[in-house]
């Protein structure tokens, strides 16, 4: 996803810069350059071999995330149109799942959508996650993972971003759009960390989008085009543009998660 990309390495002798090729998420070969930097600053070149073989302590720092790269996987994710089999179950997703979050909050005035969005949002990160992995089909019964893994747990992380979320909007808007954006991982954390509360994931979020917040909102904002066209027509259009919003934030949990802390 980055433009720069650096090996921190251990106990290697200083030498050069070498150039790898990496698999991106299985959908195209980039040819990347990969300066490898030893703890004390030392610039050094170990083949690739030597670094599978010695299996070194090293991380991937990616920078500078390219969102029109990001946006091409999430179309690609989705079969790379609005009409393919992937893209129209995807939107399938989104309408069933929103057509019960409103069912539920119409059944049960003032709390009944805080019963479910929480649960239901895990399934929504839940099949777009794998789909971003696995390449997975979608499966529509995974909306209920939320329900089935840990429904006290997706309950409450819904209802406490929601909370927190509302409580940082009374200081004014924009702490509240900040807050937001600071917990909204918080589920695909859940999802690689089944063992964490709710506290725990978004605690994990916020420590993940230190550093991210701007770059998700900008990510956002690249999508105004597409709810413009796509609130037209009585707003029809906006169930295309949905699942591509969705995948789009799951290529971005993707990109994030593998990024150093802000320190």
Known sequence: YGKNIVFTTKNLDANTTVSVTIDALGYQKKEFTISVVENDGAVVTPTVDELIYYNWDYYISFTDVDRAELKARARAQLGGGIFQNLWMMGLAVCLLIGLMESAAAGIIPGIGALLVVGPLEYGMAYIFLKQARDHQPVQLGDMFR?????????????????????????????????????????????????????????????????????????????????????SLCLGIGMLWVTPYMEAANAQFYEYVRTCPSVM
């Open 146 to 230: 939320g329900f089935q893994d840990d429904f006290g747990g997706t309950f409450l992380i819904g209802l406490m971003t929601s909370l927190f979320t509302f409580l940082w909007s009374l200081l004014f808007v924009i702490p509240g759009i900040v807050k937001a954006y600071a917990y909204s991982m918080a589920y695909y954390i859940k999802l690689d960390h089944p063992d964490y509360g709710w506290k725990a994931c978004i605690d994990e979020s916020r420590r993940l989008m230190d550093g991210h917040k701007w770059e998700k909102f900008v990510l956002d904002l690249s999508f105004l085009g597409w709810i413009i066209v796509g």
